[in-house]
């Protein structure tokens, strides 16, 4: 199966980071938002080359609307 990217909001707990954990396990790359970047310090280490974290505080309005434009140019 071919490697696929996905984007994940939320991963450094719960549904988000399970779900990171999985794809990350089965060769996936996962582009994943986080308030803390030290949440996922783990997974960064782990999985140097498929993980991205990226900080994004999801109340952020302009912060959203900026990863929406990013989401139509990729």
């Known amino acids: 199966m071919s490697q696929r990217t996905w984007l ?7 549904f988000g980071r399970n ?7 089965r060769g996936d790359r996962v582009i994943g938002t986080v ?12 999985h140097p080359g498929t993980f991205h974290p990226e900080t994004l505080e999801m109340t952020d309005t302009a ?6 434009c990013l989401e ?3």
């Open 8 to 14: 994940i909001t939320g991963v450094s707990s719960g």
């Open 19 to 25: 779900l990171t954990d999985q794809l990350l396990t």
């Open 35 to 46: 308030r803390d970047i030290v949440k996922v310090a783990d997974l960064i280490e782990r």
């Open 63 to 68: 912060a959203i609307r900026i990863w929406a």
């Open 72 to 74: 139509k140019v990729l």
